[in-house]
Structures are given as C-alpha cells and as structure tokens.
C-alpha cells in the first residue's frame, strides 16, 4: 500500500511565522503535490512536483513556497503565514495516476 | 475555464436506499476521472479510474460509469458505512504534469 505521511496532524501558529508543512511518500514516486481544501471550494492545487528540485505553481500558489531536495519528500513553506490561511492541507503522491493522499494537516493562523 | 461539478452537494438516504451521485465536467477528451471517498479528518482514499465513455467500475456497493460529458457514483443498498463525502476529479487533456481539477464533493449519509 502506498503510504503518504504528513508531519502533523494539527498545528497552531501565529501571524507573520514560517511556517514549515512536511510530507513524506514511501513509494518511489516522481509526482507530489500540495492542495488545500475548505469548505465550499473543494481542493485547491497549491504547487506540484514532478522531480527533485522542480516545482510547478498550481492554481493558487500565492503566498506560499515548496522545497523537493529529496524524492520522498515535499515541503510546503508558508512564508509569513496570514489567517486566510487557516485550512486543511494535503499532499499527495503518484508515479502517473491516481494520486494518493495523506491525512492533511489542519493548520490554524491565529 | 476547466471545471468539474458536483451534484447534490449532500444526501441523505435510507439504509438500503439506492441513489446516484453526479459528476459533470466540461470538455470532451479527458485524460481520466478519478473517484475518491473522503472521510472526516481524513485525506480522500482513492476508489475508481474511469477512462472513455461506456467504461464502468464496481467495488463493493459502488459503481461507477463514464459517459462523454458526466460520471455517477452509484451506491447500491446503501450501509451506514458507507457515509462519506465522494470526490470526482478529472485530468483534463491540456493539464500540466498530472494535474487534477476536483469537483465540490458530495456528502453522504446513510443512516440505520
């Protein structure tokens, strides 16, 4: 089975901090991507990954960065985090298709 | 612009009530649709890959179909267990890498 872990289940941080969402997928695959999902706007595709040190912007990457220095893994960075930012996020895996997801990381901008 | 659309938003059904669940998108061609369950505080678990029109797919109480503009989810006798929000998402032919575009969701509850 694929296995896509995210670092945290939930996280509470505070206007204007870095903010760091870790990912990690144990099967080798090429693609990863970040979504965030909140109520009555579904996912949302932030960034994807179809390499090591490549990045693609999704459809609303404002805001945010991601970092792949390593195949595994794939990190979201909040650069200064604002409240409207508060949401569930997700990340996902493929080696084509389907994507499989993580259990999200729902993360609070107080 | 692409989009995928989701009907009803939520659904409320009988334990044993049969009822379908829509998926409508807007371009012919696609590369894949894609139907996933999500449960709550959960990520969505993928179910189904659907590919070109007439193709079906069956897993348990579910099934699910493809024609050239729509997809349904069809639950069969319907167990509690089987409340969810289903996710459709479809991989348009022009997407970049292997984007998804997701549709809305539909909340289910079946209730005993």
């Known amino acids: 089975d694929v296995k896509v872990t995210q670092s945290s289940r939930y996280l509470v941080k505070r206007t204007g901090e870095k903010v760091f969402l870790e990912c990690v997928q144990d099967?080798?695959?090429?693609?990863m991507f970040w979504y965030r999902q909140d109520p009555g706007l579904g996912l949302r595709l932030i960034y994807f990954?179809?390499?090591?040190?490549?990045?693609e912007k999704g459809d609303i990457p404002e805001g945010y960065s991601v970092s792949r220095e390593k195949k595994e893994r794939f990190s979201l960075i909040l650069e200064s985090a604002s409240t409207n930012q508060t949401s569930m996020y997700l990340c996902?895996?493929?080696?084509?298709?389907?994507?499989?997801f993580g259990d999200g990381t729902r993360l609070s901008i107080l | 612009e692409d989009q995928v659309t989701q009907s009803p938003e939520a659904l409320r059904l009988q334990e044993g009530e049969s009822s379908s669940l829509n998926c409508s998108y807007t371009?012919?061609?696609?590369?894949?649709l894609f139907w996933y369950r999500q449960d709550p505080g959960k990520g969505p678990e993928f179910l189904f890959t659907?590919?070109?029109a007439g193709e079906e797919k069956e897993k348990e109480r579910l099934k699910a179909t493809l024609t050239k503009k729509e997809s349904f989810l069809h639950i069969t006798a319907p167990k509690p267990e089987d409340s969810a929000t289903y996710l459709c998402?479809?991989?348009?032919?022009?997407?970049?890498?292997?984007?998804?575009?997701f549709g809305g969701g539909t909340r289910v509850l079946v209730k005993p």
């Open positions: 996902a895996s493929s080696f084509y298709q389907p994507q499989h």
């Open positions: 099967m080798d695959h090429e693609n």
């Open positions: 990954s179809y390499d090591v040190k490549m990045k």
């Open positions: 371009v012919s061609g696609l590369r894949g």
């Open positions: 659907l590919y070109s």
């Open positions: 998402a479809v991989q348009y032919p022009k997407a970049a890498g292997n984007k998804l575009t």
